[in-house]
């Protein structure tokens, strides 16, 4: 895997649980970097969610009108709530 480029930054913390983090050997710059994926991540999810919306609403209704197009085929446990 290859390492990523960091880059310093500097953040405001609450000074007594930075302290604490400190006390308990916390490596808060890597628990700061994976929160960061995570809400960077969950933000590109909403954001992809929203920008397709329009497109699901699109799909969801074609289904509403014509069943799924592989009902007939399907063996999987719910298949029969696509058959309308």
Excluded: C, Y
């Amino acid at each position: 895997m290859a390492s990523a480029i960091k880059r310093k930054t500097s953040l405001t913390l609450d000074a007594e649980v930075l302290d604490s983090a400190k006390a308990l050997e916390i490596n808060v710059s890597a628990v700061a970097e994976a929160a960061l994926k995570r809400a960077v991540a969950e933000a590109r999810r909403k954001q992809w969610l929203t920008e397709n919306a329009d497109n699901f609403a699109a799909q969801a209704a074609w289904h509403e009108r014509n069943g799924h197009p592989l009902a007939d085929i399907m063996s999987a446990p719910g298949a029969a709530s696509w058959n309308t």
